[in-house]
């Protein structure tokens, strides 16, 4: 791990964040420390290019010549992006707030609407990438959805870090692609470690599907 990309923030029995490095003051620090957003005032636009060759990858239906010619472009750029791969507390893909889903390129693009101790509204769109057949989401990708939002909604119910303990997620109707979609989500209670949420996914009136879970906050240390 490249220590001086992180800093001094580490873990202890105060604020441990479980064994998470403090990501708030991660965040906080990168902000303060310079006017220039990790990853550079261009990382949107990769992340965005990044998605269209998803989409596209997901569709094509290359001749043999078009495939040799885009292994042999793709070769070359993974050599080149592997000049900047770094460790997962330096990459930018975790703290890019001001970009749909974090900049996180495994996540469906979402929008964070409003956030706080009551619930999270977003605004997410499943692209081409995200199809499952019939011009429908994946019921997978849903799935994605819903477990980061609802892992939001549980660090802001209870101010601390949260794993998955649980996720039931219920398709009601079919979730189209390349519309936005509204995802509503909330805790529902508490007791002890275990945090209980519920989320829903709406396109306009129509409910497409909901989701019931159960976030862990974490022990000192646990992983």
């Avoid at 064994?19 to 708030?24: E, Y």
């Avoid at 990790?38 to 078009?66: C, K, T, W």
């Avoid at 011009?135 to 209870?158: N, R, V, Y």
Wanted: with cysteine.
């Amino acid at each position: 791990m490249d220590e001086k990309n992180v800093g001094d923030s580490r873990p202890d029995q105060t604020h441990h964040e479980g064994g998470f490095r403090p990501m708030a003051e991660l965040i906080e620090a990168r902000a303060s420390e310079s006017d220039t957003l990790i990853g550079g005032p261009h990382y949107g636009e990769f992340i965005e290019q990044v998605r269209e060759l998803m989409d596209r990858a997901r569709l094509a239906n290359p001749s043999d010549e078009l495939a040799k010619e885009t292994i042999v472009a793709l070769e070359q750029l993974n050599a080149r992006l592997d000049e900047a791969v770094v460790d997962e507390w330096s990459s930018p893909s975790w703290t890019r707030t001001d970009l749909p889903a974090r900049g996180n390129i495994t996540l469906p693009p979402y929008t964070v609407v409003s956030g706080d101790r009551d619930g999270v509204t977003a605004k997410v769109i499943f692209r081409t990438f995200h199809l499952g057949g019939n011009q429908a989401a994946h019921g997978g990708h849903i799935s994605l959805a819903f477990d980061d939002i609802l892992g939001m909604t549980a660090a802001l119910a209870t101010g601390a870090v949260t794993r998955t303990a649980s996720l039931t997620v219920d398709y009601r109707s079919v979730t189209p692609l390349e519309r936005e979609l509204t995802v509503r989500a909330h805790a529902e209670r508490r007791d002890g470690r275990k945090v209980y949420l519920k989320a829903t996914m709406h396109d306009g009136d129509r409910l497409c599907a909901e989701a019931n879970g159960l976030f862990i906050v974490l022990k000192p240390g646990q992983p």
